[in-house]
């Protein structure tokens, strides 16, 4: 089976301009989180989307939104691009969610580089 | 903000030594996991240790978890060069998220 893909691998924007990226979980995962990683750190939780609803949402500002398909990709946007959001972004998938916090299996991540 | 805190923050060992990682997090977990991240790329599951359990073994690595402490460590078993990464311990975080430490960069040399 294939694993969770993300798309674009990497992207370079603008301050002030919007982003879109893209994920696709594991067939039959139905939970969808996405991580922003700045270099140097590990992961930080943004969103949790689980049956095509928010389940949980870390510390961003709400310039950060995302939304789950009926067929449980993802995408997460970005508005109003600032330099501190250069980063890359992963999103992970897991057959569970909505209150249970299990394995991940992450994408590769997209590499966002906002001048 | 992280829950958890690894350390050491890097370490370098021979190729064959073993390498030991600590994590120390900071309120009660459900279970704790250790992730492998090689330059940049995405997150590899290594293994997940649930707060009723003490120790689990996969291959070369064992996990150690100490709830009292709040702590858990990864010891990796007669490295390789392979190995050489970045090691996350996680926690879950209100049932809804998880929470990752800084990490620990790990160098084996050949």
């Known amino acids: 089976d294939a694993g969770v893909t993300q798309s674009p691998t990497h992207l370079i924007k603008t301050r002030g301009q919007h982003v879109t990226l893209r994920c696709s979980p594991i067939?039959?995962?139905?939970?969808v989180s996405w991580y922003q990683q700045v270099l140097g750190q590990g992961p930080q939780f943004i969103f949790q989307?689980?049956?095509?609803?928010?389940?949980g949402r870390g510390n961003f500002p709400d310039r950060f939104s995302a939304r789950q398909f009926p067929n449980y990709s993802s995408e997460l946007n970005v508005n109003a691009l600032l330099l501190g959001d250069s980063a890359l972004y992963l999103c992970?998938?897991?057959?569970f969610g909505g209150g249970r916090a299990d394995t991940q299996y992450f994408g590769p991540g997209t590499r966002l580089t906002v001048l | 903000s992280q829950q958890g805190e690894e350390d050491p923050q890097a370490l370098s060992i021979q190729e064959g030594e073993n390498a030991t990682m600590n994590c120390s997090y900071k309120?009660?977990?459900?279970?704790l996991q250790w992730y492998r991240q090689n330059s940049g790329r995405g997150l590899v599951h290594l293994i997940l240790?649930?707060?009723?359990?003490r120790e689990k073994h996969s291959g070369r690595l064992r996990v150690t978890l100490d709830t009292s402490k709040k702590s858990s460590s990864l010891l990796i078993t007669a490295s390789r060069a392979a190995d050489t990464a970045s090691y996350f311990c996680a926690t879950d975080f209100l049932n809804n998220d998880m929470r990752f430490g800084a990490g620990t960069r790990l160098t084996v040399k050949p």
């Open positions: 992970a998938s897991s057959p």
């Open positions: 989307y689980y049956e095509k609803e928010e389940r």
């Open positions: 309120t009660s977990i459900n279970n």
């Open positions: 067939s039959g995962h139905k939970s």
């Open positions: 240790i649930r707060s009723n359990e």
